[in-house]
């Protein structure tokens, strides 16, 4: 690596966006308003959104020297806040999980990072949050690019039983871990879920299930609103299938079965934190025709109704 060919314009713009960026997003002062260190959190946070992870692998992940993450390791075994169990792979490595304390002591700080997220975008109008998304995004794949991978699988089909109930159950578990939505928001997917199975009409509606390399891994359906207006509705993807233009296909399908079928309109209700699936739509054509802050699902809220004229 030789740093000689850098010039120094730029070496000086890298170190003003790194002063501008953690003077904004408040890195320099207690993190979140704990006790505990950025590092902290992120070990915290790793705990929360994996399963079967062992300490060389979150060391790895996080960049960090095996001696420290050890010891961050054992005063949070000595709150009560993770456990350790048996490796069936390797007996020299232990499993780390967060109990329900550790979770107790997490939850608030996941939500005061999505506050702060949200109160970082709130004052921008919409395009200029999703510039400002899209360049953040910009900067970490030209920094840490994807390593090439081998061709994977994707295939769109009909639902079987047993879909509909992972599809309430991705919508409450992602939504949670995600947005910090409750189960109220879990039990109106599965009332929506359930009204399609009992009132199907297969001339008029259609789901989709995703498969990536034989794994669900995302939904979406169409239903019947009016004679003139499909509804699209419930559309899901697992975070492991992010990225790879899923969510852009399954919205793709609800479109083409309306016009297929001779809707005049489709139409979708969402929530204005929801800014990727808000981008598919947008692409597509789809307008902003109606918002309304309201508090449910024990958050408060920006419900939002888009059309498309088809």
Not at 39 to 45: A, I, M, N, W
Request: net charge positive.
């Amino acid at each position: 690596m030789n740093t000689a060919t850098v010039p120094a314009s730029a070496v000086k713009a890298v170190r003003r966006f790194n002063r501008f960026f953690t003077r904004r997003v408040g890195v320099l002062d207690p993190y979140l308003g704990s006790d505990l260190s950025l590092t902290d959190v992120r070990v915290l946070y790793e705990l929360a959104h994996r399963d079967n992870l062992v300490a060389s692998e979150l060391a790895r992940e996080l960049g960090l020297d095996g001696g420290y993450l050890s010891r961050i390791l054992r005063r949070f075994e000595t709150a009560g806040w993770i456990t350790r169990s048996a490796n069936a792979k390797d007996a020299r490595q232990s499993v780390l999980a967060l109990t329900p304390a550790g979770r107790d002591a997490f939850e608030p700080l996941q939500q005061r990072s999505r506050e702060e997220a949200a109160a970082l975008l709130a004052p921008l109008p919409p395009e200029q949050q999703q510039a400002l998304v899209d360049a953040m995004e910009r900067i970490q794949s030209v920094l840490d690019p994807a390593p090439a991978a081998a061709p994977r699988m994707a295939v769109l089909r009909d639902p079987v039983p047993g879909d509909i109930g992972w599809v309430v159950q991705q919508h409450g578990e992602i939504y949670w871990r995600e947005y910090g939505w409750d189960s109220r928001f879990e039990a109106l997917v599965a009332d929506i879920a359930a009204q399609f199975l009992r009132k199907f009409q297969p001339a008029w509606e259609r789901c989709w299930i995703a498969e990536l390399d034989g794994e669900r891994v995302g939904a979406v359906f169409v239903v019947r609103k009016t004679a003139a207006t499909a509804q699209l509705r419930m559309l899901i993807l697992s975070p492991k299938a992010r990225g790879l233009g899923l969510g852009a296909r399954l919205a793709d399908e609800c479109i083409a079965f309306a016009r297929a079928k001779g809707y005049k309109k489709m139409v979708l209700w969402t929530n204005s934190c929801l800014t990727a699936a808000r981008a598919i739509y947008a692409r597509r054509g789809f307008q902003l025709v109606k918002s309304e802050p309201y508090e449910d699902f024990g958050q408060p809220l920006v419900g939002e109704t888009w059309e498309l004229k088809l």
